[in-house]
């Protein structure tokens, strides 16, 4: 089911920006791109979403190709606490439902050195 | 806000016997999805519930595997007789919709020896 190809994983040191890329050259004009992390123990928690334009929160920057093919998750400055399997997730086009049920694949491990 | 609870947080048993999971989730959320989490893997959707219907159960192994969502709000997640190769995590959603995300609990580890 998924759609998205991500490195299985990635390393940052901390307070150093990290770019988690992923692929969806298959996504379709209504897809919405989202991304969650699973913390060690813990369930997915939810990080940010976007449809066209790059997105800002609290916690992460989405920025989105123009084509829509990619997107890439900006974590400003890496903390330890960063340290997840982040998973990048669109909408399932062929369900079509509007309530937007989640598909996760491998996502991708990223690992913060002190 | 509270978050989504679930419990047990973990559960050990035998092959063939059974066992309930249980979620409550975000109040006013009414749409409730039960994940499975094999090791090493992203989570798997086993069934959507909105309100107290079934969406989506078409990844539920429904030999063995049930749910029910009573009233809309609680629900329960039932295997029965278990199998060594349902050893997982089982993470419980909950979301008002889509352009609010997912919020889950941090899921039943159940080991089935």
């Known amino acids: 089911d998924a759609k998205t190809t991500q490195p299985n994983s990635m390393e940052s040191n901390e307070e150093e920006p990290v770019h988690l890329p992923c692929n969806h050259s298959?996504?379709?004009?209504?897809?919405?791109i989202h991304w969650y992390r699973q913390l060690p123990s813990q369930g997915p928690e939810y990080v940010i979403h976007?449809?066209?334009s790059n997105v800002n929160n609290r916690m992460a920057s989405l920025a989105i190709a123009e084509d829509r093919k990619s997107s890439t998750l900006i974590l400003h400055r890496a903390t330890l606490r960063d340290a997840a399997v982040y998973y990048c997730i669109l909408r399932d086009p062929d369900r079509g439902s509007t309530l937007g049920r989640l598909y996760f694949g491998r996502g991708t491990q990223l690992t913060v050195w002190p | 806000e509270a978050g989504v609870a679930q419990s047990p947080r973990y559960k050990i048993i035998e092959k063939r016997q059974s066992v309930a999971f249980w979620c409550n989730p975000i109040?006013?959320?009414?749409?409730l999805y039960w994940y499975q989490q094999i090791l090493g893997q992203g989570p798997k959707l086993l069934i959507q519930?909105?309100?107290?219907?079934?969406?989506?159960d078409s990844q539920l192994p429904k030999d063995r595997f049930s749910a029910e969502r009573l009233k809309g709000v609680d629900s329960t997640l039932k295997i029965q007789p278990a199998k060594l190769e349902d050893s997982a995590v089982y993470l419980c959603a909950s979301s008002w919709s889509e352009s609010y995300g997912y919020t889950f609990g941090s899921g039943t580890r159940l080991t089935v020896v």
């Open positions: 519930f909105q309100n107290n219907g079934v969406v989506d």
């Open positions: 298959t996504i379709s004009g209504t897809d919405y």
């Open positions: 976007g449809l066209t």
């Open positions: 109040s006013g959320h009414a749409t």
